[in-house]
């Protein structure tokens, strides 16, 4: 148990176009959803935390109007890339928290952005 | 606030030989301590965690760590390492009172020599 799945795993665009990535919960209901971002070589950045029917609280420094997150039920969350350029490229990751659980975040497979 | 420091971006090893790789925390409450391992152009699997009960954790693929408080170290070991253990690992931190907000390390790459 505990799956959670992001679509699609991978998307070419060209730069001024937007994109939208899901995550969803499989087999549980996720109180809280988390999107990540990770660079070449590098390690997990967090860009927001959403919780569902709610309002995205983003990290410092992410550009909410940029990165839009909608968590409109308690199975999916999207991260919308809006005009994304070729910098936004980058391989972003979701998890989420199950309710009544322990701390324990559950990864989907992540998706990776290239913006041409 | 809470921090994490993996020591060591890269770590060889010999097939067989003991894998080591070493977290140290920092965290002004409780916390609990992660290893998730990556493979190329994939997510995050949860290895083994530390939630306040036993310090020795015994995870999944041979893995454990220990979590040792005085030394604020959640160190992750594998008796004997397998091609298949080549891949990225992460220690993370977040809080005990259950926020989810994870805070990682910047990843050990462990690569396995025949």
């Known amino acids: 148990g505990a799956v959670v799945s992001q679509h699609p795993s991978w998307v070419i665009c060209k730069s001024g176009t937007s994109v939208k990535i899901e995550c969803r919960s499989l087999?549980?209901?996720?109180?809280?959803m988390f999107w990540y971002r990770q660079f070449p070589k590098q390690s997990l950045m967090l860009m927001a935390t959403?919780?569902?029917?709610?309002?995205?609280?983003?990290e410092q420094g992410v550009e909410k109007d940029k990165f839009l997150i909608n968590h409109a039920s308690l199975t999916l969350s999207t991260l919308t890339v809006t005009s994304a350029h070729p910098e936004d490229s980058s391989f972003y990751i979701c998890?989420?928290?199950?309710?009544?659980?322990?701390?324990?975040?559950?990864f989907g497979e992540g998706s990776r952005l290239t913006v041409l | 606030a809470q921090s994490v420091t993996q020591l060591g971006s890269h770590v060889s090893v010999s097939e067989g030989a003991l894998v080591l790789l070493r977290c140290n925390y920092s965290?002004?409450?409780?916390?609990?301590l992660f290893w998730y391992v990556q493979y190329p152009n994939q997510g995050l699997q949860l290895l083994l965690k530390?939630?306040?009960?036993?310090?020795l954790v015994k995870g999944i693929n041979g893995f454990e760590a220990e979590f040792k408080k005085s030394e604020t170290s959640f160190h992750l070991t594998k008796p004997s390492a397998h091609m298949s253990d080549a891949a990225e690992y992460f220690c993370?931190?977040?809080?005990?009172?259950?926020?989810?907000?994870?805070?990682f390390g910047t990843g050990t790459r462990l690569k396995v020599l025949a």
């Open positions: 998890s989420a928290s199950r309710s009544g659980g322990t701390g324990e975040l559950f």
């Open positions: 959403s919780n569902e029917g709610s309002k995205a609280t983003y």
């Open positions: 530390y939630t306040s009960a036993a310090t």
């Open positions: 993370a931190v977040s809080e005990a009172s259950g926020t989810y907000k994870y805070i």
């Open positions: 087999d549980f209901q996720a109180t809280t």
């Open positions: 965290s002004s409450v409780p916390p609990y």
